[in-house]
């Protein structure tokens, strides 16, 4: 079995700063791309930013400048730092994970989500 956990998500201030971090665990071979989404209350979800194995990274223009994502595939780890958070930053972020397991069965993992609240 394997999962994605995730962490870090909170109440924060505008103009503040937060890190989320997501870890795989189980039987994990190799993983091709991990990825942060986001769903804000009555909006459909959307992507963040992605890192894949090569460390290539895709951002969502909303985000550019302000949040970076980077990551451990060895250890089966990814993260976001958020800076200059603004109020419409406000969502539920979810990690999302492409990889192989060791007996070559590949998976589209989803993490249980973690809230971002940013609110004066």
């Known amino acids: 079995q394997v999962q994605l956990v995730e962490s870090g998500g909170g109440l924060v201030q505008p103009g503040g700063s937060l890190r989320l971090s997501c870890t795989a665990s189980g039987d994990i071979f190799s993983i091709n791309k991990m990825a942060w989404y986001r769903q804000a209350p009555g909006k459909e979800r959307e992507l963040v930013a992605t890192?894949?194995?090569?460390?290539?990274?895709n951002y969502a223009d909303s985000v550019k400048g302000r949040f970076t994502i980077s990551g451990d595939f060895v250890r089966n780890t990814v993260y976001l730092q958020m800076n200059s958070l603004k109020p419409e930053d406000t969502a539920v972020y979810y990690c999302?994970?492409?990889?192989?397991?060791?007996?070559?069965?590949?998976?589209?993992?989803w993490g249980q989500g973690t809230q971002v609240t940013v609110s004066s």
């Open positions: 999302n994970a492409d990889l192989w397991t060791s007996t070559a069965n590949e998976y589209d993992l």
């Open positions: 890192r894949n194995s090569i460390d290539d990274t």
